[in-house]
């Protein structure tokens, strides 16, 4: 193994594994169907419930390196578990370990100030609250974060917000209490990378408003509670200000580089999950004479899921093995490519287990169509496929250049 697991994280990993035979996966049903009676504006009982069970066997927030705050786990041992918990839709949020709050943490701890640590991070690593990060913009193509229009302009001892944001994460939810936002403060700068800022909002701030919960491939809630939210002259004070002005691209790279580990481990555990279905239902399966899983496709397709996963996760291992020991800025190739693989790899894999399952794929029963949504909304969230292989490419290129 090129990286084997230190023995913490065999015995956590042993201890997640039980934890999602007992609580998860005989709650998934409950959890889908929560989600689609409560809707995206509430919260769901079933997680309120499951969250202290795991808080108390130690299984809590295990993400967040190089802090005292967290299990203390490098980036290469949180991957291990990211994956088992990426089994499940509802997993991650049960172990305080969901996106985008892991995320927005992660800045706190970082970037945050003692004040904003007590206010804020100290709650969300509580699991007393939610938290959403307000970045894409429906005016323009933000897969280009230099085209953000949102505006962030000093007024005396406060800053004032204007702008309208969607696939807000977690907008919705009754329980989010801060938004970490990214606007321009400097947009006349010649450097377009240093236009940016992020700053907190309060979302009981005045002019702040969820205007509405969006679908993903239809579903509201699950996977995600993507949002619009539109900012109307909010008012903050200058103190919310993270870093300091024109450091918001500098801060995103420290955000999303970890955000894309998890991201993708999540994935490699949805496809092992994915792939088990599919063997499981070629083998229960008859047609024309004999089992679905003895029909040539079908073993090809079961090969090439082994392949494509077993590729994933040396990738994403060897990605988040570069962080732990060279950074997120030297390791931007090993990023970029496991940003572009992993979800490609996925909705592959999940195509090919909707048609072994035949009509029925295609239905909410299996939880191939929430896997799916999940796996394709990962090809655009934290940068489209595009802009990863562009960075690889020119990346490349740099090497050949006297």
Same mark, same amino acid.
């Given at each position: ?29 409950? =959890? ?25 066997? +130690?299984?809590?927030?295990? =993400? ?30 049960? =172990? ?121 491939? +239809? ?68 047609? =024309? ?70 009509? +029925? ?42």
């Amino acid at each position: 193994m090129l990286y084997p697991p230190s023995d913490r994280v065999i015995e956590l990993k042993r201890q997640l594994e039980r934890f999602m035979d007992e609580h998860i996966y005989p709650n998934e049903e409950r =959890f889908y169907r929560e989600a689609e009676e409560l809707g995206p504006w509430k919260v769901y009982p079933v997680v309120e419930e499951l969250k202290p069970l795991a808080r108390a066997q +130690g299984l809590w927030n295990l =993400f967040l390196p190089e802090s005292d705050r967290g299990a203390g786990l490098t980036n290469l041992e949180y991957a291990t578990l990211c994956e088992v918990m990426g089994r499940s839709h509802l997993a991650p949020e049960i =172990f305080n370990c969901n996106a985008p709050d892991t995320g927005n943490m992660e800045v706190l701890e970082r970037y945050g100030s003692e004040k904003d640590k007590e206010r804020w991070l100290k709650p969300l690593l509580a699991g007393e609250i939610r938290s959403c990060f307000a970045m894409t913009e429906p005016a323009v193509a933000s897969s280009d974060a230099t085209n953000i229009e949102s505006s962030i302009v000093r007024d005396g001892d406060e800053y004032v917000i204007n702008g309208r944001k969607w696939y807000t994460t977690n907008a919705t939810d009754p329980r989010c209490k801060i938004c970490i936002f990214m606007g321009k403060t400097d947009p006349d700068n010649p450097n377009r990378h240093k236009q940016q800022s992020m700053i907190l909002i309060p979302m009981d701030t005045p002019g702040v408003e969820v205007k509405r919960s969006l679908p993903v491939f +239809g579903f509201y809630g699950v996977p995600d509670r993507a949002s619009e939210v539109i900012f109307t002259n909010v008012r903050v004070p200058k103190e919310n200000m993270l870093l300091g002005e024109g450091r918001g691209f500098e801060i995103a790279q420290g955000r999303l580089g970890p955000g894309r580990i998890h991201h993708c481990m999540r994935l490699i555990g949805l496809s092992e999950r994915t792939l088990e279905k599919m063997c499981k239902r070629a083998m229960s399966r008859v047609a =024309f004479g004999k089992a679905v899983s003895e029909q040539t496709v079908t073993q090809e397709r079961i090969a090439e899921a082994r392949i494509m996963i077993e590729q994933a996760r040396l990738l994403t291992l060897n990605a988040a093995h570069a962080m732990d020991t060279v950074g997120n800025k030297v390791a931007k190739t090993e990023i970029a490519m496991i940003k572009v693989a992993v979800p490609n790899m996925a909705c592959q894999i999940i195509d090919w287990a909707i048609q072994a399952h035949g009509g +029925g794929g295609t239905s909410n029963d299996f939880g191939l169509t929430q896997a799916y949504a999940t796996a394709r909304l990962l090809r655009l969230a934290d940068g489209p496929d595009e802009v990863h292989r562009n960075q690889i490419a020119r990346l490349e290129l740099k090497k050949y250049v006297n």
